[in-house]
């Protein structure tokens, strides 16, 4: 076989067999770069729609979930709130409550206290409950004031006593008395009346 020198210059004037050659090997060169582009581009793309499958598969399960969770969701609420009104039913009512601060008083006395301070403040109503702040000054004994807490402890209403700024001393006159003074809060439940009212409210309570 001659040796052949091509020139790429007159490609023209190539043996047809060269020429052929030539053409086949271009367009294998045109499809492979056609091929590498278009299937490259479509693959990447491919990627993105199976990457925004999952998260809508992902995103769709978790709210299906959330879904098949909320009717016993709703039913421990609804639990909840009647367990909190029975707590609440324990508390004393709007008219008890004037009777339960004069009972609070007298049994600071019968237990030997003697109340140099003891001033309701007006009523500060929550959602549920509303709080009636006490200013109180009281001198006594230790033991005078245990025989107070576990008298407040024993009346028929169930009474919460919060203290706030309360401080206990000692009288210093040289006996084993104590003062108690501060502000104490005692809390009485709201009717549905009350409750289905406007925004909560304070208002002037019993002195």
Not at 39 to 52: G, N
Request: charged share 20%.
């Amino acid at each position: 076989m001659k040796d052949v020198n091509l020139d790429f210059n007159n490609a023209g004037n190539w043996p047809i067999q060269y020429k052929m050659a030539a053409c086949v090997a271009l367009m294998a060169v045109i499809i492979a770069a056609t091929w590498y582009f278009l299937v490259t581009d479509q693959r990447v793309i491919i990627e993105q729609k199976e990457a925004e499958e999952r998260a809508l598969r992902a995103d769709f399960q978790e709210k299906q979930g959330r879904a098949a969770n909320l009717e016993p969701l709703k039913q421990q609420l609804a639990q909840m709130e009647v367990m909190l009104q029975q707590m609440l039913r324990q508390l004393p009512s709007k008219n008890e409550m004037p009777d339960l601060i004069v009972d609070v008083s007298q049994t600071a006395l019968a237990s030997g206290i003697n109340n140099e301070l003891f001033q309701p403040g007006p009523e500060n109503r929550l959602q549920y409950y509303a709080e009636k702040p006490i200013s109180l000054r009281m001198v006594g004994t230790y033991h005078q004031f245990g025989a107070f807490v576990s008298g407040v402890a024993s009346l028929p209403r169930v009474v919460i006593m919060t203290m706030h700024d309360i401080s206990l001393t000692p009288r210093g006159n040289g006996d084993n008395t104590l003062v108690l003074a501060g502000t104490v809060k005692t809390y009485r439940y709201l009717d549905e009346d009350e409750q289905a009212g406007a925004a909560p409210a304070t208002t002037g309570g019993a002195q």
